[in-house]
């Protein structure tokens, strides 16, 4: 595993990113948690809505949970992120008794977010994959919102436009072993847009 550090100015405010907080949302049920989820149905593993912006710099990630942010100590959010050569990774996932279906989230990079710990970027297409640390001053939780403002170099494109990238949302509970440890998906079994807010630069061929 190769770990490189991304170093960003300093200065990230937060009114950079209340400043899109009218951009669409994924709106998510509450109470939604997963029947192969076997931890505690805490609020802040439960996601209500989830959007990602991008800026013509960042991808803003931003999330509401039913409840705020550090209830849980071992919950981490991991955003997916397909560019253009997402799989269906986590697949089929069966715990509790049950089998979720989460064929349909397709993602070649992640974001997981530890709001006490270590945030990483892991493009999963250069095997070994290659993880990237971030900052905690680009890390901001607040109540029940947790946004994330992350270099969009950090996720180069595998064959989609910035418009095309694929997202979805799904909190872990690391007291728990395995995939049964995932709470919610946020949307369910699919992925969304990002909002662009800028022109895209153009790509190199």
């Given amino acids: 595993m190769h770990l ?9 405010s937060i009114a950079v990113f209340t ?4 951009a669409a949302l994924i709106s998510d049920p509450t109470g939604d948690f997963l029947p192969t989820y ?3 149905h805490n609020p802040d593993l439960d996601v209500v809505s ?12 931003r999330s509401v949970q039913a409840g705020a942010v550090g209830t849980t100590p071992s919950a981490f959010y991991v955003w997916g992120i397909n560019r253009g050569q997402g799989t269906p990774r986590l697949a089929l996932i069966t715990g509790g008794g049950s089998t979720y279906d989460a064929s349909n989230v397709l993602f070649d990079s992640t974001l997981a977010i530890r709001p006490n710990g270590i ?3 892991s493009d999963l297409l250069t095997g070994p994959p290659t993880v990237t640390t971030i900052l905690a001053a680009n890390i901001h939780a607040i109540g029940n919102e947790l946004v994330a403002t992350i270099p969009a170099s950090l996720f180069p494109s595998r064959g989609f436009s910035f418009a095309e990238y694929g997202f979805n949302l ?7 072993a395995g995939n049964v440890q995932i709470s919610d998906f946020a949307p369910d079994n699919s992925t969304f847009l990002a909002t662009i807010t800028v022109p895209e630069p153009a790509r190199s061929h």
């Fill in 50 to 61: 989830a959007t990602v912006v991008f800026d013509g710099t960042n991808f803003i990630f």
């Fill in 119 to 121: 945030s990483t970027v």
């Fill in 38 to 40: 076997i931890g505690a």
């Fill in 170 to 176: 799904w909190p872990r509970d690391a007291n728990i």
């Fill in 19 to 22: 400043t899109h907080l009218s």
């Fill in 4 to 12: 490189t550090k991304w170093a960003l100015a300093a200065g990230v």
